[in-house]
């Protein structure tokens, strides 16, 4: 069974500073995996995916992410913190194969940005 | 293209009652996905739909609820005899096969 560990549970940075969130994954081949960003009262949004190519990701608003095969991880950051990232983001994996690409969520982190 | 939507908003139900939950998927979207979330942790999958059929359930989802996709559009969630435990973010989303999950904005059910 795939899962994902999102350690700690709240995250906060000055505006400007970087950002760091960490992910690690469990899978017994190398999933495909995703960051998805919750603002308040919104569904989820996906903020990018690895997907077996390059194992930098690039996504929106200025994140990106680098998946280690050998550390398990898949950590998401941003050099410079801006007050709209305050959100909830989620670590998610799901199977490279197989029929259903039902994903998998960590707990998710909170992040705070302060001014 | 008007994305994932979900009907109603919000719920709140008394304990004992039933509801039932409405997702409209992107409109050329084959898969359709029901998740739940609970306060304080990530989305939990609870079942798929390819076109009409469904094709998984997780344990989640005891026999108290019920999904149905039937002309492979809309898909509706019912929960039968409601229970605080019940009390939930109920998310959709769709995809065209494995491409990307999109997410509409959830029914928050609350059970008194």
């Given at each position: 069974a795939q899962s994902v560990t999102q350690l700690g549970s709240h995250v906060s940075v000055s505006e400007g500073a970087l950002v760091l969130l960490r992910c690690n994954y469990s899978s017994s081949v190398p999933p495909y995996l995703f960051w998805y960003v919750q603002y308040p009262n919104q569904g989820l949004q996906l903020l990018l995916k690895y997907?077996?190519?390059?194992?930098l990701v690039k996504g929106i608003n200025g994140f990106e992410a680098e998946f280690k095969k050998s550390e398990t991880s898949f950590h998401l950051t941003k050099p410079s913190a801006h007050m709209s990232d305050a959100a909830e983001y989620f670590c998610a994996v799901s199977p490279v194969v197989g029929a259903n690409s039902k994903l998998t969520f960590g707990k998710g982190i909170t992040l705070s940005v302060r001014p | 293209d008007t994305g994932v939507s979900q009907n109603p908003r919000h719920k709140i139900t008394k304990r004992g009652q039933n509801v039932t939950f409405r997702c409209d998927p992107?409109?050329?979207?084959n898969r359709l996905y029901w998740y739940r979330q609970t306060l304080g942790q990530g989305p939990e999958f609870l079942t798929y739909f390819q076109n009409e059929a469904q094709l998984e359930k997780s344990r989640?989802?005891?026999?108290?609820f019920s999904a149905e996709r039937p002309k492979g559009s809309f898909s509706t969630l019912e929960i039968q005899r409601?229970?605080?435990?019940?009390?939930a973010m109920y998310l959709c989303a769709s995809s065209f096969y494995e491409d990307e999950q999109y997410f509409g904005p959830g029914t928050r059910l609350t059970v008194t």
């Open positions: 997907t077996s190519a390059a194992t | 992107i409109s050329e979207h989640l989802l005891s026999d108290r409601t229970e605080q435990g019940d009390s």
